[in-house]
């Protein structure tokens, strides 16, 4: 068998070969998407009633979906709870949980949930922070009110590693997910 000679164009074709087929692998990759949005859909489905979708955004970091609600209420089977207490004995179990007390805001469920289980807060936090990356402005400063007004539903599932903000005052859900 012939061998190219060193500093032969040969060899600096095969190695050109080889780079572009990574950068395509990496570019290939780099373009996945962490849900669909029916899959999102879906997700929030579990929850409660979801109406259309009136923002996407997904990339291999994080997906940020928007939905209008057909029905302001949690699904009849729906696992919620009322006590911060329960909810992090079920978070621990890595079960998913809807914390339904619309008496609290998001942001001070989280503060819970971090005092009472720093590895479980933080996992929930991870899950609304890593999804910034996918908002754009105006979901961002919607995801903010969201976070700090009183009557949200917070929905965190540890296994998934997602956030569903439930509004239903406004009658909008809002799915976060950070990419593991």
Known sequence: MLRPEPGSGAIRMAFMARIWTMTLALAALAACALDEPGSARSYVAGWTWPAEGTYFSST???TVAVFQLD???LRPAARR???LRQGIALLRQGRAVAFADTRTSPDAVAQGVMSADLHTGLGMLA???GARACMSDAVARGVQRLLTA???VTVY???ENAV???DF???LAVFLRAGS
């Open 127 to 129: 899950s609304v922070t």
């Open 71 to 73: 029905m302001a209420a």
């Open 164 to 166: 569903v903000f439930l």
């Open 81 to 83: 709870v009322y006590d």
């Open 169 to 171: 005052g406004s009658r």
């Open 60 to 62: 291999r970091a994080c």
């Open 157 to 159: 599932d540890p296994g």
């Open 150 to 152: 009183q009557g949200a």
